[in-house]
């Protein structure tokens, strides 16, 4: 049986972290498929790190905030050093659902590929709404990583994502602190991994803000397209 | 250039010298990152001294005003710096998120043994 780890970076997240805890234990409970988790406290200033205690959530509190990208970088690690054979990242603030890990972790399972992301813009499933700018922002770093790498991407934001162990190795030695999803989604492309984009329906968040605001879209729209065409300059070897 | 300019110059790089032996006695720059301001503070002390030097580099590069040479020589210089400094702490940053991502593994390590 491989060994699946949930990496589910939390900031401030004391309104939902509790929640998906106990859907964690319920789907353990009802499925044959086993998920660990940890939960990465990325220096909350409410009260996550009380709940994660009390409540004996599987965590580590980071001493200092880092960002998301440290966040679930710290996760990589931990997955690298207990020996995982899988990790998946999966949001602390609700928007993700369980019932779609089964989807991620099946290509994986039988090696057809080594990246799985869960996307809100294919096959039709999903529900969310975004506003129209939003999606022109998705459209254009959408065109900007298929130039660089030739993969086509929908959902170039998602968070839930799921890798295998080589991947993981990775990921624990090297990992980008800003707009992460985006950037290693290309690298991996490059790399020559196998990655595939299955399509997840993704909940209106149970509490917290979102880590995108709305005046700072176009900012990290320049950025991310910025950063995608100096990895388009690099080479990589698998 | 002028005797006044070439006083204020003189007495600038004085200035910068002595403010970085200060820095450096008070151990707040270490020996290896006040090399760069003592080399620049030097600079200016020789340039300063030679006359008519800068006004002929100036006629050479085609500034009508020495001034101007002297404001784009500083320019330049401090881009350079403030890039060096950039690389700086993209490195330092690199490396404190390291270390907050090690620590943070060790407590829970550590949490996970008693």
Same mark, same amino acid.
């Given at each position: 049986?491989?060994?699946?780890?949930?990496?589910?970076?939390?900031?401030? +997240?004391?309104? %939902?972290?509790?929640?998906?805890?106990? +859907?964690?234990?319920? *789907?353990?409970?009802?499925?044959?498929? $086993?998920?660990?988790?940890? $939960?990465?406290?990325?220096? %909350? &200033?409410?009260?996550?790190?009380?709940?994660? /205690?009390?409540?004996?959530?599987?965590?580590?509190?980071?001493? +200092?905030?880092?960002?998301?990208?440290? !966040?679930?970088?710290?996760?990589? &690690?931990? !997955? *690298? +050093?207990?020996?995982?054979?899988?990790?998946?990242? #999966?949001?602390?603030?609700?928007?993700? /659902?369980?019932?779609? $890990?089964? &989807?991620? $972790?099946?290509?994986?399972?039988?090696?057809?590929? /080594? #990246?799985?992301?869960?996307?809100? #813009?294919?096959?039709?499933? %999903?529900?969310?709404?975004? %506003?129209?700018?939003?999606?022109?922002?998705?459209?254009?770093?959408?065109? #900007?990583?298929?130039?660089?790498?030739?993969? &086509?991407l929908y959902d170039t934001t998602s968070g839930f994502r799921a890798c295998n162990k080589e991947i993981i190795n990775l990921f624990a030695k090297d990992y980008p602190r800003e707009y992460p999803e985006p950037i290693t989604t290309v690298e991996i492309v490059k790399r020559g991994f196998k990655v595939k984009e299955v399509g997840v329906n993704m909940k209106e968040r149970m509490g917290g803000k979102s880590s995108i605001h709305t005046w700072k879209d176009f900012y990290y729209m320049v950025n991310v397209c910025l950063s995608i065409l100096v990895i388009g300059l690099r080479r990589y070897q698998k | 250039m002028s005797k006044n300019l070439t006083f204020f110059v003189l007495f600038f790089a004085i200035l910068l010298f002595l403010l970085i032996l200060y820095l450096l006695k008070k151990n707040k720059i270490s020996v290896r990152y006040s090399l760069v301001w003592f080399f620049s503070s030097i600079l200016i002390f020789i340039i300063s001294l030679i006359p008519n030097l800068m006004t002929h580099l100036a006629n050479l590069f085609g500034f009508e005003l020495l001034s101007n040479m002297i404001l784009c020589m500083f320019i330049g210089i401090l881009l350079l710096i403030t890039l060096a400094l950039t690389v700086m702490v993209t490195g330092l940053k690199r490396r404190t998120t390291l270390l907050i991502q090690e620590v943070s593994l060790l407590k829970k390590e550590l949490e996970e043994r008693k």
């Amino acid at each position: 049986m491989k060994k699946v780890l949930l990496i589910i970076p939390a900031y401030n +997240e004391e309104d %939902s972290i509790l929640k998906v805890y106990k +859907e964690i234990k319920k *789907y353990n409970e009802e499925n044959d498929m $086993v998920l660990d988790c940890i $939960v990465i406290n990325d220096g %909350s &200033k409410d009260k996550t790190g009380e709940i994660l /205690d009390q409540n004996k959530i599987p965590h580590i509190d980071l001493v +200092e905030n880092l960002g998301i990208g440290g !966040a679930v970088q710290t996760g990589y &690690k931990y !997955a *690298y +050093e207990k020996n995982y054979d899988i990790a998946i990242q #999966f949001d602390g603030d609700g928007q993700h /659902d369980l019932k779609y $890990v089964k &989807k991620l $972790v099946e290509p994986i399972m039988n090696e057809t590929s /080594d #990246f799985v992301i869960g996307s809100r #813009f294919v096959e039709g499933i %999903s529900d969310f709404k975004t %506003s129209f700018m939003r999606r022109v922002g998705i459209k254009i770093i959408s065109f #900007f990583i298929h130039m660089t790498c030739g993969f &086509k991407l929908y959902d170039t934001t998602s968070g839930f994502r799921a890798c295998n162990k080589e991947i993981i190795n990775l990921f624990a030695k090297d990992y980008p602190r800003e707009y992460p999803e985006p950037i290693t989604t290309v690298e991996i492309v490059k790399r020559g991994f196998k990655v595939k984009e299955v399509g997840v329906n993704m909940k209106e968040r149970m509490g917290g803000k979102s880590s995108i605001h709305t005046w700072k879209d176009f900012y990290y729209m320049v950025n991310v397209c910025l950063s995608i065409l100096v990895i388009g300059l690099r080479r990589y070897q698998k | 250039m002028s005797k006044n300019l070439t006083f204020f110059v003189l007495f600038f790089a004085i200035l910068l010298f002595l403010l970085i032996l200060y820095l450096l006695k008070k151990n707040k720059i270490s020996v290896r990152y006040s090399l760069v301001w003592f080399f620049s503070s030097i600079l200016i002390f020789i340039i300063s001294l030679i006359p008519n030097l800068m006004t002929h580099l100036a006629n050479l590069f085609g500034f009508e005003l020495l001034s101007n040479m002297i404001l784009c020589m500083f320019i330049g210089i401090l881009l350079l710096i403030t890039l060096a400094l950039t690389v700086m702490v993209t490195g330092l940053k690199r490396r404190t998120t390291l270390l907050i991502q090690e620590v943070s593994l060790l407590k829970k390590e550590l949490e996970e043994r008693k």
